[in-house]
């Protein structure tokens, strides 16, 4: 463990913005600050959690190259060229977004193992301390958990089997020099089960309050996302019975249900003084769209998302657009056209105005899920789980053998989204006619979180689904291919280049 000091120095330097200014000024160079003063106790260890772990969490770039990659947009009218490559579907392994979605997850794994590591020089010395302890290790093995399955979702060729090639496995704090093999998915997915279980098993239920910050809004890992983690982890691994198992709980646990389109505004929708009304700047009367734009109480349904405060420069609509989501704003990038129809082909569907702005014109349907907190524009929280998720998990589920029960699964959330009229339940005469329903769903509730390449890698070949652009997205070059086969080999990232510099044995995925 003593090798091991100096980095676990290194990688507590993030934290020091959450301790005292003593603190930082005492710290001269990283010798002289011993394990033992760097976690010395169980508050520091929330400390860190708070200013090391979670704030290594970042899900951009995975939701921007889901997007630009698959059919979730348009060319926007003030676009400046970038990202043209992999809109028609040039990835490398110097691609930005695989270096990125790589190190961010090894980044966090790293801290979390520090802080795993550091923990173990310190004894609680009362039931309060105990109690807080065992909270921040589970909520860190849970979002270690969490960056694993992230990484086998996007490096694996096929997280369904156990004997495929998986990624690099650590638990160790950062070494100088590290030069660690890929190992198997099944010897991550066991490592991820074993942080869940402990993770379940330590974190403190909703109602205990912690000696410091209690951890009991959705800005932290609670049971109830443990549970979330688990059913998206076990629908990736095709585990039904597990995933809609675990889905279910992280419904039940959190307490939350589906955020509804009603109240909105009097008068015809759509109109401007209607719109002047639902688009206002303190979030309007609709629930989802309450929680969208997150001044959502009572009607949120998030399980977790990553605190994203209206304060600093950046935010995630700038992923797509220059100033705002208006017209005016300059997107780079507007709503795909078939992502749009899909929307439109719901009647009277709240989606259609809460993930639009009504500025748009000329087929530039201008992106508004992210608009700002209050006069804040483009500052969104970031949504990791929501409750929709987990119905369209256990609708994924169901249709492995119960038809019916899949649909209605479906029809609950299209009957949460509409301002008017009941919504009827789908009709599927095989399995695979359900799979494309779900997938088409997943399409528009979570379009733009980061979901769509996940979901047609290991969904689309199965359901008869590949990507699906308009012939009018890319109106720049007319020689853009419309879709890609979900077996081709750009449905697994590269190993990055930069991973591959520095660890030059570690075996690079098939096609790069």
């Known amino acids: 463990m003593k090798k091991n000091i100096k980095y676990l120095v290194v990688a507590f330097a993030a934290v020091l913005s959450v301790t005292s200014c003593n603190d930082a000024l005492e710290i001269v ?18 400390n860190y959690l708070n200013g090391s772990v979670y704030g290594s969490l970042d899900n951009s770039s995975q939701m921007k190259f889901t997007s630009v990659f698959t059919d979730e947009l348009r060319i926007g009218p003030s676009s400046t060229g970038a990202d043209f490559d992999l809109y028609r579907y040039i990835i ?3 691609s930005g977004y695989a270096g990125a979605i790589w190190s961010q997850s090894y980044t966090t794994i790293r801290r979390v193992n520090t802080l795993i590591q550091g923990a173990s020089t310190i004894t609680p010395t009362t039931g309060a301390q105990t109690l807080q302890y065992n909270n921040t290790l589970g909520e860190a093995r849970a979002i270690r958990a969490l960056a694993y399955i992230n990484l086998l979702a996007y490096f694996s060729p096929n997280m369904k089997d156990n004997g495929a090639l998986g990624v690099m496995l650590t638990t160790e704090p950062a070494i100088v020099g590290d030069k660690l093999p890929r190992v198997t998915n099944g010897e991550i997915w066991t490592a991820v089960e074993t942080d869940l279980n402990f993770a379940y098993n330590n974190i403190s239920p909703a109602h205990q309050a912690l000696p410091a910050t209690a951890h009991n809004s959705s800005f932290y890992i609670s049971k109830a996302a ?11 691994r095709g585990n039904y019975t597990l995933a809609a198992q675990y889905a279910q709980s992280a419904i039940t646990e959190s307490g939350l249900g589906l955020s509804v389109a009603t109240p909105i505004p009097g008068g015809a929708v759509g109109s401007p003084a209607w719109n002047t009304q639902f688009y206002n700047v303190a979030g309007g009367t609709s ?3 309450r929680m969208l734009v997150d001044v959502a109480a009572a009607t949120d349904e998030n399980i977790f998302k990553l605190s994203r405060p209206a304060t600093g420069t950046g935010g995630i609509g700038g992923l797509w657009t220059t100033n705002t989501t208006d017209y005016s704003g300059a997107p780079w990038w507007t709503l795909g056209l078939n992502v749009y129809n899909a929307i439109t082909s719901l009647p009277n569907d709240i989606r259609r105005y809460a993930f639009i702005d009504p500025t748009s014109k000329d087929n530039f349907w201008v992106i508004d899920k992210y608009p700002g907190k209050g006069t804040t524009p483009l500052k969104n929280d970031v949504k990791m789980f929501r409750i929709s998720e987990m119905y369209l998990i256990l609708a994924e589920a169901a249709a492995q053998s119960n038809l019916t029960q899949a649909a209605d699964y479906v029809r609950q959330v299209r009957q949460a989204r509409v301002y008017s009229g009941t919504v009827t339940a789908p009709v599927y005469a095989t399995k695979v006619d359900a799979l494309r329903d779900i997938l088409k769903e997943r399409r528009v509730e979570l379009v733009l979180e980061g979901h769509r390449y996940i979901d047609l ?3 689309g070949q199965e359901a008869g689904v590949a990507i699906d652009r308009n012939a009018n997205d890319d109106w720049v070059s007319s020689s853009t291919p419309l879709t890609l086969s979900v077996t081709d080999y750009r449905f697994t990232l590269p190993i990055p ?3 591959i510099a520095g660890n030059p044995g570690i075996q690079q995925n098939s096609g790069y």
């Open 287 to 289: 629930p989802y769209r």
């Open 29 to 46: 160079q990283d010798g002289e600050l011993s394990q033992d003063a760097v976690f010395s106790s169980p508050a520091n260890m929330e």
């Open 457 to 459: 890698k290991r969904l």
């Open 92 to 94: 490398t392994p110097n």
């Open 497 to 499: 280049a930069s991973e």
């Open 226 to 236: 443990v549970q979330a983690i688990r059913a998206r982890m076990y629908v990736y």
